[in-house]
């Protein structure tokens, strides 16, 4: 089992940055697809973006790619997600998810392994 834990959540005017991390413990994610999801309220939660176990592939939302950009370190045991740029439609809590695979998961029923969120306000 593996424990997952969100921070670097706020508020922040339009055009501002953010950069999340999660923080992992418990089993190893060295060899895990790593991902972030978000959910606004009344929303389903959608995918954000994805990184390999290795860092080496990266994929990410339409609405994120250019303005987001996720990194990890295993040695630190921790993936981030560096968000410029941001637009109050960005507004939303912010999952990390985990689970073993060499593939780019960026399906939510993918993943087995989800941490509690952590909100992300934009305001306008």
């Known amino acids: 089992q593996v424990q997952l834990v969100e921070s670097g959540g706020g508020l922040v005017q339009t055009g501002g940055s953010l950069r999340l991390s999660c923080t992992t413990s418990g089993r190893t994610v060295s060899f895990s697809s790593m991902g972030w999801f978000r959910q606004a309220p009344g929303k389903e939660r959608e995918f954000v973006a994805v990184?390999?176990?290795?860092?080496?592939?990266?994929y990410y939302a339409d609405s994120v790619r250019g303005r987001f950009t996720i990194s990890r370190d295993n040695a630190k045991n921790t993936v981030y997600l560096q968000m410029n740029s941001l637009k109050p439609e960005d507004t939303a809590v912010y999952y990390c998810?985990?689970?073993?695979?060499?593939?780019?998961?960026?399906?939510?029923?993918?993943?087995?392994?989800w941490g509690q969120g952590t909100q992300v306000t934009v305001s306008s």
């Open positions: 990184i390999s176990w290795n860092g080496g592939n990266t």
């Open positions: 998810a985990a689970r073993r695979s060499s593939r780019l998961l960026v399906h939510l029923n993918e993943y087995d392994s």
